[in-house]
């Protein structure tokens, strides 16, 4: 009996080695079906508009100045200066839609832009007395193909129309509006108000170039994953959307320094572009994700179901074949298969009902076969159904997955030490 029983479980465990393979091949199609997904995700994005980044409004200045070198001849450089808003204020309206190619989609949203700059004019006196070449009022943006029809711009109240290009080589893709020293020179606070209608992809983030940068945002997303340097100060999450508040001061940002970085001849300015606040659209959704996790516990559940068959073979003394047992395995390794496929078509949690129904409903008229008893089979349906149940439940709580898991594991080891307490395993059941 003894020897019986550990060949039988040796053949257990080597079948259940086994049956990683498949379940292995399973892993490595998610992953393959998750790239594609990636890929046609840029290609929409190179056909449409990707993530967006904005820096601006600020003013941009350059001046010629003369100089002497050793030898007391004169030469000519020229001197640019970036001005950044006293205050920034943003308001964001973010609507969501998606694109399709074949059964993978894209993410993209449409912005619409409230800002109000407002620009001291007392830096602008020290170039009274300069050849000043060019003033402009610069937006950077990541890509510009997303910018809208719409778009406009008011300085101290009078109508203006943006140009394409920044006319800055460090930060060239935006727009710009020329401006004049001389009507500038007369006004004591320059007020701008922008109106920018953005369309990209999952992520929109703004520099927070103002002395006090106060920055909101709507979107009709309820699953948003606040990015950049600085979280909100406030929030307001609800299945139907949410808003966000940001508020910073220059003290924080230190974005003068990193401008003068980026116009110097170095042009250093990765850091200027990376120091930013937004958010990035994250699908709450993700069925290849979920699907991978469910395949992290494939282990479990063959644990799980080998181990009550085990306890069959047991407490009833009817051998059950290895093959039998290869079978069952592989029928949960197809639920796997089946929860992949079906989520690319049916979303994720419809996909899991239907593939768990169909693996309970197949293992079951199995089970009842195999043990010449449809009350077995029943209860082996309730049972393999309280077993997908669990796992959806794993796999919906992510913060508490682990100890769920841990307590199952637990729940059951109890269950079947106590149901084994008293067999005898050097002969028969007492």
């Known amino acids: 009996m003894r020897q019986k029983l550990g060949n039988k479980l040796l053949i257990i465990a080597g079948l259940t080695l086994v049956l990683l393979v498949p379940i292995m091949l399973i892993k490595g199609l998610i992953f393959e079906r998750s790239a594609r997904l990636?890929?046609?995700?840029?290609?929409?994005?190179?056909s449409s508009s990707g993530e967006q980044t904005v820096i601006g409004p600020f003013l941009y200045v350059e001046s010629l100045v003369q100089k002497n070198n050793d030898q007391g001849q004169s030469y000519t450089i020229v001197n640019k200066q970036v001005i950044l808003p006293d205050e920034l204020t943003w308001q964001a309206d973010l609507t969501t839609f998606e694109k399709y190619r074949g059964i993978y989609k894209a993410n993209l949203y449409r912005s619409q832009n409230s800002i109000n700059a407002t620009f001291s004019t007392k830096m602008l006196q020290t170039y009274a007395d300069m050849n000043v070449t060019k003033v402009n009022l610069v937006m950077a943006v990541e890509d510009i193909r997303g910018i809208g029809v719409g778009s406009e711009v008011k300085l101290a109240g009078e109508q203006r129309s943006f140009l394409p290009g920044t006319q800055l080589k460090q930060l060239a893709d935006g727009v710009h509006v020329p401006l004049e020293m001389s009507a500038l020179l007369e006004l004591e606070t320059l007020t701008t108000q922008v109106t920018l209608n953005l369309q990209g992809m999952t992520r929109f983030a703004i520099a927070p170039i103002g002395e006090e940068t106060h920055f909101s945002m709507n979107a009709d997303w309820p699953h948003p994953s606040f990015v950049g340097d600085y979280l909100p100060i406030a929030t307001d999450i609800e299945n139907n959307g949410f808003t966000a508040n940001w508020q910073t001061s220059f003290f924080a940002t230190n974005m003068q320094d990193m401008f003068a970085n980026c116009m110097s001849s170095k042009g250093i300015c990765n850091d200027l572009r990376e120091r930013n606040l937004g958010v990035n659209l994250v699908d709450g959704v993700?069925?290849?994700?979920?699907?991978?996790?469910?395949?992290?516990?494939?282990?479990?559940?063959?644990?799980l179901v080998f181990s009550s068959f085990f306890l069959l073979e047991i407490l009833r003394k009817e051998a059950i074949h290895p093959v039998q047992y290869g079978f069952v395995g592989l029928a949960i390794a197809v639920f796997y298969l089946l929860l992949v496929s079906l989520s690319e078509h049916f979303g994720f949690n419809l996909a899991y009902g239907l593939s768990a129904l169909a693996s309970g409903v197949l293992l079951s008229i199995y089970v009842a076969g195999m043990l010449r008893s449809s009350k077995q089979g029943g209860l082996f349906?309730?049972?393999?159904?309280?077993?997908?149940?669990?796992?959806?439940?794993?796999?919906?709580a992510e913060d508490y997955a682990l100890l769920m898991g841990a307590i199952l594991v637990f729940a059951v080891l109890s269950l079947i030490m106590m149901l084994t307490r008293k067999f005898n395993w050097y002969g028969s059941n007492e």
């Open 286 to 303: 993700d069925h290849y994700l979920k699907s991978h996790r469910a395949t992290n516990y494939a282990t479990l559940v063959l644990f």
């Open 38 to 46: 990636s890929e046609v995700q840029q290609e929409i994005a190179r």
């Open 381 to 396: 349906f309730i049972g393999i159904s309280m077993l997908y149940g669990v796992l959806f439940s794993l796999l919906s």
